[in-house]
């Protein structure tokens, strides 16, 4: 049984930085599966933001491009998110996605990912 526990959020200015991490419990060894963080702001669909393979190839959205930067650190069985240059436009809740099987490359599709967190609140001001 995994779980997923997001945390790191919080209010930053626009033009800060956040750091979200996803600790992942449970049998599994993350560096072995493809990860993602997808956000979710009011209103709107649940969108990916930065996915990540079993050997640390990335993907991001445009939006994310440039600013923001997913890793996994295996000793720690975490998956994180570095967030630079934050835009109100960034505000959302943010989820921790985990694959179930093992991934060619990083996905960005939501029906991949069987496994989620609880989510971390980010708001940008």
């Known amino acids: 049984h995994v779980q997923l526990v997001e945390s790191g959020g919080g209010s930053a200015q626009a033009g800060g930085s956040l750091r979200l991490s996803c600790l992942a419990s449970?049998?599994?060894?993350?560096?072995?599966?493809?990860m993602a963080w997808f956000r979710q702001a009011p209103g709107k669909e649940r969108e990916a933001v930065a996915a990540?393979?079993?050997?640390?190839?990335?993907k991001y959205s445009d939006s994310a491009t440039g600013r923001f930067t997913i890793s996994k650190d295996g000793e720690k069985n975490t998956l994180d998110l570095e967030m630079t240059g934050l835009k109100p436009e960034d505000t959302a809740m943010y989820y921790c996605?985990?694959?179930?099987?093992?991934?060619?490359?990083?996905?960005?599709?939501?029906?991949?990912?069987?496994?989620w967190g609880q989510g971390t609140q980010v708001t940008v001001s």
């Open positions: 996605a985990h694959m179930t099987k093992l991934c060619g490359g990083p996905r960005m599709e939501r029906f991949e990912y069987p496994l």
């Open positions: 449970g049998s599994t060894r993350i560096t072995d599966y493809c």
């Open positions: 990540i393979d079993g050997i640390g190839r990335t």
